[in-house]
């Protein structure tokens, strides 16, 4: 029934259900530059890390004993194990395993993990279809591409009124990237977004939870399967992004459309892409960064007297526990941070485990570190300074952690992080090549290597 | 990052995910008096009807060819075909076919048809698993209660910014029901429960579109693998609808948690449940039911000289096209349905085809009918006199039209409109006999026999 409500709509958007429909079906292979291009490898690289690295989650083995239920035709690998399923089962299985220990890659613009929902559709459709190398690169930086600038659009108040950005635009990326991969034209792009438009996916509240990463890998799934029921002549509304009841004016209330345009096909968002060196949240990472380079002029724990800690309120505000009790708790420790990072130089998934969390050395370091509240610096800064047993004192400043878009991971960090993931699941030499495999996708006749090289050897 | 928001929010709301997953998980087997259980039972049977008619509908031809990429396995029946898909699929095809005709049950306090995805969800995993037709009944109560009350806290905000609330309370309503029939404990269906909250499904903007009835199917679908996660261990926030950053307050500003909790395991919402004698927009019912009536009193086409339709201005706002060209057009044509109305006595889908819409005989009638607008008649009413070329007139009022809450249709017009959908597709004669499984689905060991009869027999 009709009725006047009080629900505002935009009825002059422009038509970007279609402008991006176009440019997902027509914009050349690698129609960008060489830096796009290593980004492309580095997100993709990071993501296979990190879902290889959590193949071994019970989050990952409640979501496939639930997918096996359904019988599934061995058509594409989990990530991580000798285990294939249907190539929509494996994309949401990877979307998942991707972003268990978010651990993955940040759109720091939008806090949009965008490799989760577009890589773990893509590689799936990828190996089942046999498509290159050189295909897949190109459909993750042209779906990354959709899915930041729609979330560009929305940010904040998408985020805000509680939707986790990741899986609300991330079915749009997958649905894109799918799209690219099987050649769909213009008008089926269209109708794939348009499908995909009406499944946004996943809430805040579920932070903490395993539906936290079933997100992106729900998006995944979701996106995957409307770019193949456009291919089968499946139809939606070729303005369900933007019309007033559309999908974008239904889930956000700031929508600038600009930010899907402007440059569209000349300026990338995968370009501003990072990945996290630590696998906490990336407030802690200057503390853990500045911790890690005093360890690197050779300060040792058990020289320490004291570690004076200078961070902006928001850092104590969100990861102030000083004595965490567990892995899960340490992640909101900037105390446990700056143990980890004087300790072992680094702290990946093992280094916010119970059993590391716990040990008294662990726990009688974190007790040293004194952390004041100074807000003339800058929240992705943090000052350390640690007081030795001989009264000396060694001084570190960090402007920029290292992982953030000033102070990237180099490709070596990039391999550390892989590695420290991935051997204990594949081995060192395995992962080794599986790295190699990796920065070399883009002149690979198809991806069968790589998903070779990511299953587990038998015993 | 923590940031102050405009986005308000209520930190108020009782437990409604626990108390709505206890209900799912505790409440008797027929815990409920006759009227509801046979009300369930009337329910499924339009249900069913609906999606074996439309099972040769192109839009179930893309969505099953999308599906067979995946190589699914032969768990579950695509009603109206001689095919199997695994049942995550089959409640995904059989929720698009129960919606395509726009033809299914209608929740009248919300617009929800609650059938579409609650029964395409429970009758797969019953086929696959066994379950008795006891089950499958308690079940679609359950779920449709879901549903329904988590519609009726947020309507009609949420319907009026977009969202189709078919499909957005559809995958609550389908994790219930099939929580329940996987006899999930409290906790783990508050899991299922928090895991489909992360997957309100459609916008609007769909209308028109073979994404529309995809909203209930892909809520189905949801649904079903929800429940199935949470049994195998997956969790959710069990706070997941009511949080402030959880489902309903993200997808809605008005929530009334009270629709929830109130009379919950006395009241039952699928007592509101309607069915459409027609097959077109409820308003424009009444005078097709006006028309029927003249007809029913001796009136034909050929003797009339005109007809007089005095109805509420909303008619002629929805469907004042008076000049159909084709069978979409004149679903939103009430001159049609009188011509309709007058000439069969009924408008089922067929009566909507182009090539009766385009039948000289149905273009002269519609010229007849002179419409006026009245706003002391109520949107629910019509009242027609028809004037015979002898100068004779026939007058008909019309309160509630056939098929209303005030005046159900019967059991034999339920029949009869089961008849006219799946003849076609099944034969008459086997026909009767699913008419007949169906009213005798509460007291049948399983429901293999029910799909044997929605499968057409080899020619």
């Known amino acids: 029934m009709a009725r006047n409500t009080q629900v505002t709509a935009d009825h002059n958007a422009p038509a970007v259900t279609q402008i991006l429909a176009k440019f997902v079906a027509t914009h050349p292979s690698k129609g960008w530059s ?61 979307g998942i395993t991707s972003h268990t220990f978010d651990f993955d890659d940040t759109h720091l613009k939008t806090i949009i993990h965008p490799a989760g929902p577009v890589a773990s559709a893509i590689l799936a459709l990828a190996e089942h279809q046999n498509y290159s190398g050189r295909e897949v690169i190109d459909a993750l930086v042209i779906g990354i591409d959709v899915a930041c600038r729609v979330g560009n659009a929305m940010y904040p108040d998408h985020y805000d009124r509680g939707w986790h950005i990741t899986g609300s635009t991330g079915t749009l990326g997958a649905a894109a990237a799918c799209a690219r991969l099987l050649k769909l034209n213009e008008q089926q792009t269209a109708m794939a977004l348009g499908i995909a438009a009406s499944q946004p996916i996943g809430m805040r509240e579920q932070f903490g939870t395993m539906t936290k990463p079933f997100h992106p890998g729900a ?13 089968q002549g499946f139809t939606a509304s070729p303005k369900a992004l933007e019309a007033p009841r559309g999908m ?53 724990p058990e020289q320490v007297q004291r570690i004076d800690l200078r961070v902006h309120s928001l850092v104590l505000e969100l990861t102030g526990k000083k004595e965490p009790v567990d892995g899960l708790q340490a992640k909101f420790s900037v105390y446990h941070g700056c143990a980890a990072g004087l300790t072992f130089g680094f702290a990946a998934e093992e280094e916010f485990s119970d059993h590391i969390v716990t040990r008294d050395d662990m726990v009688a370091l974190r007790r040293k570190v004194v952390a004041t509240v100074d807000d003339s610096i800058d929240e992705a800064s943090a000052d350390v300074t640690a007081t030795l047993t001989d009264g000396s004192k060694v001084h570190v400043f960090v402007e920029h952690a290292i ?57």
């Open 34 to 94: 060489d830096e796009v291009d290593l980004e492309a490898h580095r997100t993709f690289m990071n993501w296979l890390g990190c879902a290889v690295g959590a193949t071994g989650h019970e989050a990952a083995d409640a979501a496939l004993a639930a997918v096996q239920v359904l019988q599934p035709a061995a058509q594409a690998s989990v990530l991580g194990r000798a285990t294939k399923v249907d190539m929509a089962s494996a994309a949401l299985l990877n």
């Open 219 to 231: 998006a995944a799934r979701a996106g995957l399967m409307s770019a193949l029921m456009a291919q």
């Open 248 to 300: 974008m004016q239904t889930v956000s209330i700031k929508n600038d459309w600009r930010e899907i345009t402007h440059e569209l096909g000349e300026r990338f968002e995968i370009s501003f892409n990072s990945y996290k060196p630590f696998a906490c949240g990336i407030v802690i990472h200057p503390s853990i960064d500045a911790c890690a380079q005093l360890r690197a002029k050779g300060v040792r």
């Open 403 to 459: 992982g953030s878009l000033q102070n990237p991971m180099t490709q070596a960090l990039l391999e550390g992080k892989f590695h420290g993931l991935s051997d204990p699941v594949l081995g060192q030499e395995q992962t080794t090549a599986l790295i190699n495999a990796c920065w070399a996708i883009g002149n690979a006749a198809n991806v069968q290597s790589i998903v070779q090289l990511a299953t587990p050897k038998a015993p």
